[in-house]
């Protein structure tokens, strides 16, 4: 679409621009919202169909409340791109995502709008409850707190935590329970379950039918009020005995409605300001919704990338040679080829089976592998039980969800020396997703861990080799191997198991001016910044250190006796980390050396294409290459 078939929404810049519109004109708005999201992602990349399916009810939001006094809370922030349209950021919508673009997830310093910066899942009701208990608490009684959350999201801990609070409390809170029936992969678990008889019983037409009926009266409308006598027990009474869940929490259950019919939801929006305490809205929506390959095939159109809007072809580089596969397949892969061959092997995944690429195992060993849902504390305790029982368990967490369970695996797996096998996934920076996705804390907040294996493979062919020698009967403790987003640099990995001894690093070249010491994916950037090197007569020896705990002290002796000047590479922290262990070792040892550490620096990194931000921090090839460079002309100088 041109700009000028968008002649609604163009002229909606804030949200108060949106409440001036009569609401017969609110259906095309959608209409043109949808097609906005639709032409911007196609050509620029992004999540996709999560906004989709929650056009209406952001435009039924914005339209009702008195948005930013009255607070939205969007949970996760996958389904925030209409709202970000609407506030302000259609004009630099084509940046979402990129390099100093606008972030792809709600966020407080881009927007007054972004109530709560997000990118976990299952905060929204937490956050929005201490909004609101603060709002009553400064005398603001007129001031209204949403809480917009998946059925996905709705499956973790936190949220039913905040629903215990919420329930008895007087808070003004509104919670707005998308239900959609997938996340990024179908829902699983009882959880589902129960809202599956909720939706049969919207899907019967009982309580729709009866809604637009009333919906569509020529009388004043006043939904709750025609429902019941009084306000509190509201569209209830229409289902009796659904909602008892909630109920259950002292949450007043309403629905299950329609998210798709603006004309339904923005009334029924009116009436629940009127109702005082918590209370739930339960839509019933379809992710993807107006693209129909997105509808029929949601987890691929959940962040397919640049596609053509018109044809659904998702683009695809074009490759004439054999190319490297992503590290999660090579994971998925290695896992159902040792799990074939060594019973006790199980998986275990909070609610990324597509993500860590479990689906195989999952269809071919249905018994042996378990998605939790979005529940990480309960992923890490359930497989520390199976642990207790011989089995050898794989939990795949991505890095940064693995921060939500740091209790679990200190009290439950490494305190009590369960040979839980770790399977950290998107370790170090993970590009677009930025801030709240990057895994850059997890080698600091592993290594501090008393008898504890922590390991990151420099390719493919050490990933598997790593998750052979995690499985091994003679392997008794929690092992960590994390690996990064993305490709690797193998195109031929699939070759024979070898052991690899724990805690043994190897020296990957030898050299004379300098020692680089490199853990994880990032040695091969060491490996392309030698060639380099050499060219600028620099004779530099590498070490892939292979294993942050334990290090390998004997290559660290070796290091320190033959150079002075040593350069440290990791993808993650620099605080804490892989080097910080290199100074802790120089220092305990007595030795004398020059140390650079090249990593993540002390800071908050925003989001943009890995290469690009791997150029911000300094530790790509060129910034390897440059920084050595420099150094030993300092060095030099200072010497003469």
Aim: glycine share 8%; charged share 20%.
């Amino acid at each position: 679409m041109s700009d000028k078939d968008f002649s609604i929404l163009n002229t909606i810049d804030y949200p108060s621009d949106l409440r001036q519109l009569p609401a017969d004109l609110l259906p095309e708005l959608c209409f043109e919202l949808r097609e906005f999201i639709i032409d911007t992602v196609s050509r620029n990349g992004g999540h996709f169909a999560a906004s989709l399916g929650v056009v209406e009810l952001t435009v039924a939001l914005h339209y009702v409340f008195n948005t930013p006094y009255d607070q939205l809370v969007w949970d996760v922030g996958h389904q925030a791109y209409g709202h970000k349209i609407l506030t302000g950021r259609r004009d630099v919508f084509h940046t979402n995502r990129k390099y100093n673009g606008i972030s792809g997830f709600p966020k407080r310093d881009e927007s007054e709008y972004d109530t709560f910066g997000v990118g976990h899942s299952s905060t929204s009701i937490s956050a929005a409850l201490g909004m609101a208990i603060a709002s009553r608490l400064k005398g603001e009684y007129d001031r209204h707190h949403v809480a917009i959350i998946g059925d996905g999201s709705m499956t973790a801990g936190i949220a039913f935590e905040a629903m215990n609070h919420a329930g008895i409390t007087d808070a003004e809170l509104l919670i707005v329970l998308n239900d959609n029936g997938i996340s990024i992969d179908p829902i699983v678990g009882a959880f589902n379950h129960y809202l599956t008889r909720l939706r049969a019983t919207w899907q019967s037409n009982y309580l729709k039918d009866k809604i637009e009926k009333l919906a569509t009266s020529t009388a004043p409308f006043n939904l709750l009020g025609r429902a019941a006598q009084h306000l509190n027990k509201g569209i209830r009474d229409l289902l009796p005995g659904k909602g008892d869940l909630f109920e259950a929490f002292g949450i007043r259950y309403f629905g299950p409605v329609d998210g798709h019919d603006i004309r339904l939801l923005v009334p029924l929006l009116e009436d629940l300001k009127q109702v005082k305490g918590p209370k739930l809205l339960h839509v019933i929506t379809t992710k993807g919704k107006g693209y129909a390959l997105a509808e029929s095939s949601q987890t691929v159109w959940h962040a397919p990338g640049l596609f053509d809007k018109h044809t659904g072809e998702i683009f695809k580089k074009q490759h004439v040679t054999p190319q490297p596969p992503k590290y999660q397949d090579v994971f998925g892969e290695t896992l159902m080829e040792l799990a074939e061959k060594n019973d006790t092997i199980m998986a275990i995944t909070p609610a990324m089976p597509s993500g860590s690429s479990l689906k195989h195992m999952i269809e071919k060993m249905p018994g042996r592998v378990f998605d939790v849902d979005i529940c990480e504390q309960h992923a890490v305790t359930l497989s520390a039980g199976l642990a207790t029982q011989g089995m050898r368990v794989f939990c795949n967490i991505y890095s940064t969800f693995m921060q939500r369970a740091y209790d679990q695996l200190i009290h439950d797996v490494v305190i009590q020396h369960l040979p839980v096998v770790f399977c950290l996934d998107r370790g170090g920076l993970v590009g677009e997703d930025g801030t709240s996705h990057h895994g850059v804390f997890d080698l600091a907040y592993t290594r501090s861990l008393p008898g504890i294996i922590v390991s990151a493979p420099m390719n493919e062919q050490d990933l598997r080799n790593l998750m052979f020698t995690a499985q091994l009967p003679s392997q008794h403790q929690p092992f960590v191997i994390r690996y990064p987003r993305g490709q690797g640099v193998m195109p031929y990995w699939r070759t024979p198991f070898e052991e690899v001894p724990v805690g043994v690093g190897r020296c990957i070249r030898k050299g004379t001016d300098v020692a680089i010491l490199s853990l994880g994916h990032p040695g091969n950037f060491v490996l392309a910044a030698c060639t380099l090197l050499d060219k600028e007569g620099i004779n530099a020896a590498h070490y892939d250190m292979r294993f942050l705990k334990p290090l390998d002290e004997s290559l660290l002796h070796e290091v320190f006796q033959h150079f002075h000047q040593i350069v440290t590479i990791e993808d993650g922290s620099v605080s804490g980390g892989f080097g910080s262990a290199v100074l802790e070792f120089m220092a305990d040892n007595h030795y004398q050396a020059d140390v650079h550490r090249l990593g993540v620096p002390d800071r908050l990194i925003s989001h943009g294409k890995v290469e690009e931000l791997y150029a911000e921090c300094g530790y790509d090839t060129m910034g390897i290459v440059r920084e050595v460079k420099a150094w030993l002309v300092k060095k030099h100088k200072l010497r003469s």
